[in-house]
């Protein structure tokens, strides 16, 4: 197998330029959303913790950028149990529904009227 390997590994690196996979660019995070992302973090880790979930499997970090930068982000979150979980607070969280604070060294979640 390591024959095999190097043998495409060399093959690869043969190829003309213009035949390599063209790389895909993320677009840089707005440093406008950042405050909005690290709350997103904190709530995260509230609705993850509430329902003994770990949070990586209900958002991951690029969603959690979208969910933060966007209007109407379009990430697996935002559906389905993940949505029910915590993609509803994030919205309400992004349009000033819900408050996070901070009570005894533990972080609340306040939904607001």
């Given at each position: 197998?390591?024959k095999?390997?190097?043998d495409?590994?060399?093959?690869?690196?043969s190829?003309?330029?213009s035949?390599w996979?063209?790389?895909?660019r993320k677009?840089?995070f707005?440093?406008?959303?950042?405050?909005?992302?690290?709350?997103?973090?904190?709530?995260?880790?509230?609705?993850?913790g509430?329902?003994?979930?770990?949070?990586?499997?209900?958002?991951?970090?690029?969603?959690?950028?979208?969910?933060?930068?966007?209007?109407?982000?379009?990430?697996?979150?935002?559906?389905?149990w993940?949505?029910d979980?915590?993609?509803?607070d994030?919205v309400?969280?992004k349009?000033?529904?819900i408050?996070?604070?901070?009570h005894k060294g533990q972080?609340?979640?306040?939904?607001?009227?």
């Amino acid at each position: 197998i390591g024959k095999q390997i190097l043998d495409l590994a060399h093959a690869a690196l043969s190829a003309p330029k213009s035949e390599w996979p063209k790389s895909i660019r993320k677009d840089a995070f707005p440093k406008s959303a950042a405050a909005t992302l690290e709350m997103l973090k904190m709530l995260l880790r509230i609705n993850a913790g509430e329902a003994d979930v770990a949070a990586k499997l209900v958002a991951s970090s690029d969603e959690l950028e979208i969910i933060a930068a966007e209007e109407n982000p379009r990430v697996p979150t935002m559906s389905g149990w993940r949505y029910d979980l915590f993609g509803k607070d994030a919205v309400d969280l992004k349009a000033g529904k819900i408050a996070l604070s901070l009570h005894k060294g533990q972080i609340k979640k306040t939904i607001l009227s």
